[in-house]
């Protein structure tokens, strides 16, 4: 069936450091996706998105890259602070127009 | 800027009991999805309405039902509650036409 799925389930950064996650898909179909960050006990919060005709979109400190050809974005966040600590994941857009489907969470823990 | 809101925040009820759960989306936002997030999982789609009609199904029990109101809130009935009813439940919010979903802060339910 249709997924989108994240490879790592967790990655440990050291502050400072540039953090990358990756989420592949399965829908060639899709044609935007999300990436949220979601903290204990809150909602998924937006962070940045794009839409299949772009490859790479910026936002403050994040960068998402999509790889049509493979299936599979990333989310680069520069100089990891101790706030970025979450679970991020990936949302794509589905073929029934505002549904998303997400990937498995990547929980992202910043050591000083 | 205003955001989603949910009602309750958090919700104990026993099995065998129903639950309504509100949500209030962003201003001006026509289109409404509900996501249930178990415990280390990735949201799951339940339903969503747009211009108070239903607009898509997905992995919605039959013990549940939901309807957008004429203000476009939003409201979640669960009917003959199981343990493994037991989950963070989000709403999100989006306008028409537009691509962003926001999510609402969550209500969670326990069922003992």
């Known amino acids: 069936g249709e997924s989108v799925g994240l490879h790592l389930p967790t990655l440990s950064v050291q502050e400072g450091d540039n953090s990358i996650i990756n989420c592949a898909y399965s829908n060639s179909a899709s044609d935007y996706f999300i990436w949220y960050k979601q903290e204990s006990g809150k909602g998924p919060q937006f962070i940045i998105d794009?839409?299949?005709?772009?490859d790479k979109r910026q936002g403050q400190r994040v960068t998402v890259l999509l790889n049509k050809t493979v299936k599979h974005l990333s989310l680069q966040i520069a100089a990891t602070q101790p706030g970025d600590s979450a679970v991020y994941f990936c949302a794509g857009e589905t073929d029934s127009w505002g549904k998303f489907q997400f990937g498995a969470g990547t929980q992202v823990v910043v050591t000083p | 800027a205003a955001g989603v809101i949910q009602s309750p925040r958090h919700l104990i009820k026993e099995k065998r009991e129903t639950a309504t759960l509100k949500c209030y989306p962003i201003?001006?936002?026509?289109?409404v999805y509900w996501y249930q997030q178990g415990p280390g999982q990735d949201p799951q789609f339940l339903i969503s309405?747009?211009?108070?009609?239903?607009?898509d199904k997905g992995s919605i029990p039959d013990r549940f039902s939901a309807q957008q109101f004429s203000d476009y809130h939003s409201e979640l009935n669960m009917s003959s509650l199981e343990l493994g009813d037991s989950a963070l439940y989000f709403c999100?919010?989006?306008?028409?036409?537009?691509?962003?979903?926001?999510f609402g802060p969550g209500t969670r339910l326990t069922v003992t």
């Open positions: 794009i839409r299949s005709n772009m």
């Open positions: 999100a919010s989006r306008v028409a036409g537009g691509y962003e979903q926001y």
């Open positions: 201003p001006r936002h026509d289109t």
């Open positions: 309405f747009y211009e108070k009609m239903q607009s």
